[in-house]
């Protein structure tokens, strides 16, 4: 499927590939037969960088292998509320352990050499794929856990605790960023262009692409698509340079054209994210191998990446255990327990024992 699409882009005028990519979120989680690695709450618990960094070469060869270039991962969400119903895509309620696991990033997109500028994207071959450090940012940090809600935080409080793993990752070569659907202070993040502009691509220094979230710019307004032609101006001027447009993908091109066309977006906007989709391409080799590589098929679900997931299932595991009574602790459960009652809507469902 990938391959039609990208034949399709090489016959067009100019003959540049087009960029495919899929949420390879623990492992190529879209895919029969791929290997599933614990979510990120899981690997989290693990302490161990190193082991995420095999993960992520091994989710890389896994996404190749399927002909995909692109990982929307990683999720590098610091949750700080357990009420919001993605935090197991959280590593880390602790800013700190989020940046450990950053390390997986090179693990996707290869070891970024020592000399390479800072900022600017890595990706070290045809094994390794682009990755996309998300939601940027505060995702995890909204008011109550409230999905795609407000997180009130003050500027000091968003540089310690959501953005340290983004530098982190800038460091580390990652190409692209993903912006959250949630807003900062009442401010939709994916209109925030003291945030997108201002500090990830200014201060930072961030030189790979900007890219929206599914329907990310319908959801800038309420009700979502409530004034497309303002969501599409206010997206872009705050410094979005890839849009993920499912369905209404004609209506997006004619009210970006008309935008342009009347100056409301002016063309060094789109120069500059064109530059920055470009570089991303040329840095990952897309122009010299577009097309998949049909030798790492056998990389899908291969044995040495199942005995690497059972291993990060282990050290996944956390021992709960209390003293405050010697003679009779409640945790660990002790072996001779011959009945455990686990309940709930979670109790039988596989999609969430694998992590959701």
């Not at 960094?53 to 190749?64: D, F, M, Q, S, Y």
């Not at 949750?79 to 993605?86: I, K, Q, S």
Request: glycine content about 10%.
């Amino acid at each position: 499927m990938v391959n039609d699409f990208q034949r399709g882009s090489l016959s067009t005028r100019l003959g540049i590939p087009m960029i495919y990519g899929i949420d390879s979120v623990h492992g190529n989680n879209n895919v029969y037969k791929a290997t599933i690695f614990p979510h990120n709450i899981g690997l989290g618990a693990s302490r161990d960088p190193e082991l995420v960094n095999k993960i992520g070469a091994a989710t890389a060869l896994e996404t190749r292998a399927t002909g995909i270039p692109y990982a929307f991962a990683p999720c590098i969400a610091v949750c700080r509320d357990p009420r919001w119903g993605r935090c197991y895509e959280s590593y880390s309620e602790d800013p700190q352990i989020v940046k450990d696991m950053t390390d997986i990033i090179p693990g996707l997109q290869g070891n970024i050499p020592t000399d390479s500028p800072k900022g600017v994207p890595f990706v070290a071959g045809k094994n390794n794929v682009v990755a996309c450090s998300k939601h940027y940012v505060g995702d995890g940090g909204t008011t109550k856990g409230i999905n795609e809600n407000n997180t009130v935080i003050d500027w000091q409080g968003l540089l310690s605790i959501h953005m340290p793993a983004y530098h982190t990752s800038i460091m580390k070569g990652v190409s692209t960023v993903m912006i959250s659907y949630s807003s900062w202070n009442g401010i939709k993040m994916h209109a925030n262009r003291e945030l997108i502009t201002g500090f990830l691509k200014n201060t930072l220094g961030f030189k790979g692409f900007v890219i929206s979230d599914w329907e990310g710019l319908d959801r800038i307004t309420y009700p979502p698509h409530a004034n497309y032609s303002y969501s599409i101006q206010a997206g872009i001027h705050a410094g979005i340079d890839m849009v993920m447009v499912p369905y209404n993908y004609k209506e997006f091109i004619d009210g970006l054209t008309f935008h342009v066309k009347n100056n409301v977006i002016p063309m060094s906007r789109i120069d500059d994210a064109v530059r920055r989709i470009l570089r991303v391409k040329f840095v990952m080799g897309l122009f010299e191998n577009p097309l998949a590589d049909n030798s790492l098929v056998d990389q899908l679900g291969s044995q040495e990446h199942r005995e690497l997931a059972r291993e990060a299932v282990r050290k996944s595991l956390v021992l709960l255990k209390n003293g405050q009574s010697l003679n009779r602790p409640l945790l660990p459960l002790p072996k001779k327990t011959s009945k455990i009652l686990v309940a709930g809507s979670h109790a039988d469902n596989l999609g969430y024992q694998c992590g959701g």
